[in-house]
């Protein structure tokens, strides 16, 4: 009796010791470690052949002239993010090993998930791969270029040691095959990449934080659909931590949501404070228009001004960290 012989199976070998590819770009070979290479690469999923992609970091660019996706600009690297590509360059290609730090399906792949079938060529399908391209970059760039090169380094080191000293040609864990569904939710990330599109209210296109409402809408209708039976819930005395699948909170949607805001900052102009010299001046120029008003309606509507900026300077103060902002508006009591 063959225990665990699999005819069909037992001949692909793993992904660490399957086959290089060729470049879909440049059509120079890629191996694991100078490109990023599709997790489904060797494998037939479904009624699919392996896709057998692969790219070199630089060669998996955003999709030209299609991808018109809103780009911060930043003037300085006080963030000590900016390290080696300019900033228009910045997210607008892989670097190799991304797909080590960040979960990695070709476009074809995860075109295949969405729609279960090969793309045509309608401007239809031209949009979405476009889209699909976008949303893995910004997935790759959810996590910063020192970080994805060290990453690559101490794997590929870790690799060779096991292979050169023990023999162990599989040490690290399995990358694929990913099953032929949609398990990144590619689908809501592309999604949110259109309304990104959208004008807003301050500038051409929305901000970071409308964007977020569609992630907070989906995960709200997973919690409360067919889908939250799968969820568990873990207690201990009076404490509990709820576990969940929705994927918009998985790891590939994380990092795509990070990718997203790196790439196009945020506006927060609802939250913007008003600082204590303005403040200052707000109760002055309230004070001095009273004292010129002789009497009347006017009188008492100036009366009602100033009584609300000073709660207003008194509630904004309780709520604010800043030292500056509380300690200055306080002071004009
Ligand atoms: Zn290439
Ligand atoms: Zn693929």
Redesign the pocket.
């Known amino acids: 009796m063959l225990l665990g012989f699999n005819p069909g199976v037992s001949r692909i070998p793993s992904w660490w010791t399957g086959p290089d590819v060729i470049?879909?770009?440049?059509?120079?070979p890629?191996n694991k470690w100078n490109?990023i290479v599709c997790a489904n690469y060797l494998y037939r999923r479904g009624k699919f052949r392996p896709c057998r992609q692969g790219?070199?970091g630089?060669?998996y660019r955003a999709t030209s002239p299609g991808d018109v996706f809103p780009q911060i600009m930043l003037n300085d690297d006080m963030q000590g993010f900016m390290e080696g590509p300019t900033e228009s360059e910045r997210f607008g290609f892989a670097r190799n090993g991304d797909n080590y730090v960040c979960p990695f399906q070709c476009n074809l792949c995860q075109f295949r998930n969405v729609h279960m079938r090969d793309p045509e060529a309608t401007l239809l399908d031209d949009a979405m791969l476009c889209c699909i391209r976008r949303a893995t970059l910004d997935s790759f760039w959810g996590r910063a270029e020192g970080r994805v090169r060290a990453n690559l380094s101490s794997l590929r080191n870790m690799h060779e040691r096991a292979q050169a000293n023990f023999g162990l040609q599989d040490l690290l864990p399995a990358m694929g095959p990913f099953p032929l569904k949609d398990t990144f939710r590619m689908g809501p990330a592309i999604v949110m990449l259109k309304h990104l599109l959208d004008p807003g209210r301050y500038g051409d296109h929305i901000t970071f934080s409308t964007l977020q409402k569609y992630r907070s809408s989906f995960s709200n209708v997973w919690g409360v659909s067919v889908q939250t039976l799968q969820d568990s819930i873990m207690a201990r005395a009076s404490a509990k931590m709820c576990t969940s699948t929705c994927p918009t909170n998985g790891l590939w949607f994380e990092r795509f949501m990070g990718g997203v805001h790196s790439r196009m900052g945020d506006d927060h102009r609802s939250e913007a404070a008003i600082s204590s010299c303005v403040m200052k001046l707000l109760l002055k120029c309230s004070e001095e228009d009273l004292l010129r008003t002789p009497s009347g309606v006017r009188r008492k509507f100036l009366v009602c001004a100033g009584l609300f900026w000073r709660e207003f300077s008194r509630r904004d103060a309780s709520r604010r960290s800043s030292p500056d902002s509380a300690q200055g508006v306080y002071s004009t009591e």
Not at 23 to 28: A, F, I, S, Y
């Open positions: 470049c879909v770009e440049c059509r120079k890629v490109g790219w070199h630089k060669c």
